[in-house]
């Protein structure tokens, strides 16, 4: 399974648990990484710059020198880009994911130390943009990704960037299975990444509760709402979530329309969607929020991080072969 992206970060397989907020923390990130795969989490999921700094050096610890990586998100919206950055580029990190917001200076940084750098992308403008700054590969977010999702199918969105692009492309989006690993393969990726299948692993840091509701859900259980951060995102529907709808109301509306107000309410929004996600992480509450990907469908147990891993493996190592004896 050698391919493109293990050859940026020499890891054995070319999987990446995704960042993902709330989530992610540096037993699951250690876990996938002494399992042969790779992971990344949000600089975010700590409260405190330095807090995050021991979170990396626990990590780099645990991983025993197997590539790991941070998410910085580097829109205006977060205030701790800057910092997050500095510790990422004195503390080595192996490779940054970043999303939203121009990724230069994180570019500039982290090559300046040796390391990789990924950019979310969801279309072909954005990933020339970051392929022209120097990007070291895209990672292509498609429908049915939990967190936010892109708008195109990944049997369009792979082939395509493929087809347009120099760098690596690694996909993002509906995936939970080995078939899934080999069939993005096939079509083109160097790699991928999974989110919501590692939500449903011993070590991801959330309630018992959502980590059952995604073993429960149905892929047509998983809506896009507003409610979160003014921008779609994935979500389980449960009562809670009906209750309070997926649009923004009408003051809402017009506030992120206004240039002069649309900043604030974009911030006001995620902070409130923040909260909201948070308590129902961390505990039982009617107030329902769990954020996933239409891969909930797919996903049947709770197991240990490394168990995924070598389940995605020998399910991708059986397709691929499947898939040899059909000429
Ligand atoms: C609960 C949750 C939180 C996420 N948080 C982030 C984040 O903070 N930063 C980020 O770049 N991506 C985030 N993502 C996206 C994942 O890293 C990954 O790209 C996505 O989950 C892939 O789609 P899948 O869930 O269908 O596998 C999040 C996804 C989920 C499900």
Not at 77 to 99: G, H, Q
Not at 289 to 305: C, F
């Amino acid at each position: 399974m050698q391919t493109a992206l293990t050859r940026l970060l020499g890891c054995r397989y070319p999987i990446i648990a995704g960042p993902m907020f709330l989530v992610s923390d540096e037993n699951l990130v250690g876990a996938v990484a002494r399992a042969g795969a790779t992971a990344a989490m949000p600089s975010l999921n700590w409260r405190q710059p330095e807090q995050f700094r021991e979170a990396v050096r626990a990590v780099r610890q645990s991983a025993g020198g197997l590539p790991f990586g941070v998410n910085i998100i580097v829109n205006k919206a977060n205030p701790r880009v800057e910092r997050d950055l500095e510790i990422c580029a004195e503390e080595k990190v192996p490779f940054v994911i970043t999303s939203l917001g121009n990724p230069k200076d994180v570019i500039r940084k982290m090559h300046a130390v040796g390391s990789k750098v990924f950019c979310d992308v969801t279309n072909l403008e954005y990933a020339l943009k970051v392929q022209e700054l120097g990007a070291d590969a895209v990672i292509a977010v498609s429908a049915g990704a939990g967190g936010h999702a892109g708008p195109v199918s990944p049997l369009v969105l792979i082939p395509y960037l493929k087809r347009h692009l120099r760098i690596p492309v690694i996909a993002a989006g509906g995936i939970a299975t080995g078939e899934q690993i080999a069939a993005a393969l096939i079509l083109g990726a160097d790699g991928v990444q999974l989110g919501t299948r590692f939500i449903a692993s011993q070590e991801a840091k959330v309630s018992a509760d959502y980590k059952n509701a995604i073993v429960k859900a149905r892929p047509e259980d998983i809506v896009l709402t507003l409610k979160i951060s003014g921008t779609p995102a994935a979500v389980i529907r449960t009562p809670y979530i009906d209750r309070v709808g997926l649009d923004l109301n009408i003051v809402e509306k017009f506030l992120l329309r206004n240039s002069w107000t649309k900043k604030t309410m974009k911030l006001v929004r995620s902070l409130l969607g923040a909260r909201a996600l948070e308590k129902a992480a961390a505990q039982t509450t009617w107030k329902e929020v769990w954020s996933a990907g239409q891969s909930s469908g797919l996903i049947e147990e709770i197991l240990p991080a490394a168990e995924i891993v070598e389940r995605l493996v020998k399910e991708c190592e059986t397709a691929l072969a499947r898939a040899k004896s059909f000429d």
